[in-house]
T-cell receptor, first 111, second 115 residues
Framework: ELKVEQNPLFLSMQEGKNYTIYCNYSTTSDRLYWYRQDPGKSLESLFVLLSNGAVKQEGRLMASLDTKARLSTLHITAAVHDLSATYFCAVAETSGSRLTFGEGTQLTVNP | EPEVTQTPSHQVTQMGQEVILRCVPISNHLYFYWYRQILGQKVEFLVSFYNNEISEKSEIFDDQFSVERPDGSNFTLKIRSTKLEDSAMYFC?????????????FGPGTRLLVL
């Protein structure tokens, strides 16, 4: 059974600081997804990483994938309050297959 | 920008009643999914649908659940006899999954409350 673990589960940080969220998974896969969810809302796709060593950046967020270590990271640079949300990583075993989600990291950025 | 739509946004029902949740996936997508999220918990996969049949289902997706694509645009999830523990947010998603466009796009969700 595929397991996806995120840490930390809760993260409170100050504006302007940097931090990294980690996502470990238990199977060989080169398909890793990051989503953002605001309270009561749907899931917004942030990144899709499809190969070992893939790195993608959008604004203050950067995601990377190491398939050998079965690890993805979501790095936050110079956090701002608008980044406060829950961030989920998810893994798919093949193209088109189900996503298995991690528990989510609830990020709060304090002024 | 194309998006996945879902109706209704909220549904309140009595235990034992049937509910149908509706979704319109993105028009050129071929893979369709239902997920659910119990309040405060992670997102759980229910079922995926491709080429007019179920391609995967989870252990949550038992005989009380069914999916249909009744026409070329709608994708429905039916729960035959709802239980209290079916209360959750239900998300529909769709994907092209063509090796290039692999994102699963999620709809806004239907919040189901079973009383």
């Amino acid at each position: 059974e595929l397991k996806v673990e995120q840490n930390p589960l809760f993260l409170s940080m100050q504006e302007g600081k940097n931090y990294t969220i980690y996502c470990n998974y238990s199977t060989t896969s080169d398909r890793l997804y990051w989503y953002r969810q605001d309270p009561g809302k749907s899931l917004e796709s942030l990144f899709v990483l499809l190969s070992n060593g893939a790195v993608k950046q959008e604004g203050r967020l950067m995601a990377s994938l190491d398939t050998k270590a079965r690890l993805s990271t979501l790095h936050i640079t110079a956090a701002v309050h608008d980044l406060s949300a829950t961030y989920f990583c998810a893994v798919a075993e093949t193209s088109g297959s189900r996503l298995t989600f991690g528990e989510g990291t609830q990020l709060t950025v304090n002024p | 920008e194309p998006e996945v739509t879902q109706t209704p946004s909220h549904q309140v029902t009595q235990m034992g009643q049937e509910v149908i949740l509706r979704c319109v996936p993105i028009s050129n997508h071929l893979y369709f999914y239902w997920y659910r999220q119990i309040l405060g918990q992670k997102v759980e996969f229910l079922v995926s649908f491709y080429n007019n049949e179920i391609s995967e289902k989870s252990e949550i997706f038992d005989d009380q659940f069914s999916v249909e694509r009744p026409d070329g645009s709608n994708f429905t999830l039916k729960i035959r006899s709802t239980k209290l523990e079916d209360s959750a947010m239900y998300f529909c998603a769709s994907s092209a999954a063509d090796g290039y466009q692999e994102t699963q796009y999620f709809g806004p969700g239907t919040r189901l409350l079973v009383l």
